[in-house]
């Protein structure tokens, strides 16, 4: 059965700083890997999905990389902002495609303006 | 551009009650998932649809039951709801049967009392 756990499960870093959230899955026969970003009590954004031939995507100031051999994902923020405040979740799909995914217990990070 | 459209975004049932939620997929989305997110837990996914056939089951209580129409819209259906059954409920659409990356809509939060 996989598990994914995100550490740490909470994160205060002052604006401006780069950060690295994690994530490990226990199955590492994954199709791809999703990153969320999730608001209090707001629905699931999408930040970016890295297929399991790839090692890294990029969007903006977020890098995903992705190591499929030892069960291990991470998401850089560059130069954080306040609105960058929010829970981060990763997530793995049982199998092909996108169905079943099995979320990460999620960082809460706080940006310190 | 469209999004995932959930109605009614929250409601409040009583124990034993029945409720009914919605999911709008986005325009030409053939698949549907149903994910509950209990209050500080990551999302646990529920159920799952494709071209109106069931196509994967989670942790779905026999309680519970759901659909997808010819329209492809989706309904979730819960009866003689429990405490514990509150919890923010999201759905997500995706085309291909999950191929592309699912879009999440903001979620219905059901408060059973």
């Known amino acids: 059965k996989q598990e994914v756990t995100q550490i740490p499960a909470a994160l205060s870093v002052p604006e401006g700083e780069n950060l690295v959230l994690n994530c490990s899955f226990t199955d590492s026969a994954i199709y791809n890997l999703q990153w969320f970003r999730q608001d209090p009590g707001k629905g699931l954004t999408s930040l970016l999905l890295?297929?399991?031939?790839?090692r890294e995507q990029t969007s903006g100031r977020l890098n995903a990389s992705l190591d499929k051999s030892s069960g291990r994902s991470t998401l850089y923020i560059a130069a954080s902002q306040p609105g960058d405040s929010a829970t981060y979740l990763c997530?793995?799909?049982?199998?092909?495609?996108?169905?079943?995914?099995?979320f990460g217990t999620g960082t809460r990070l706080t940006i310190i303006p | 551009a469209a999004g995932v459209i959930q109605s009614p975004r929250h409601l409040i049932k009583e124990k034993r009650e029945t409720a009914t939620l919605k999911c709008y997929p986005i325009p030409r989305h053939d698949t549907v998932y149903w994910y509950q997110q209990g209050p500080g837990q990551d999302p646990q996914f529920l159920i799952s649809f494709y071209e109106k056939m069931q196509s994967d089951k989670g942790s779905i209580p026999d309680r519970f039951s759901a659909q997808q129409f010819s329209d492809y819209h989706s309904e979730l259906n819960m009866s003689s709801l429990e405490l514990g059954d509150s919890a923010l409920y999201f759905c997500?659409?995706?085309?291909?049967?999950?191929?592309?990356?699912?879009?999440f809509g903001p979620g219905t939060r059901l408060t059973v009392l």
């Open positions: 890295i297929q399991s031939s790839q």
């Open positions: 997500a659409s995706s085309s291909q049967r999950g191929a592309n990356s699912p879009f």
């Open positions: 997530a793995v799909p049982k199998n092909f495609g996108n169905e079943k995914l099995t």
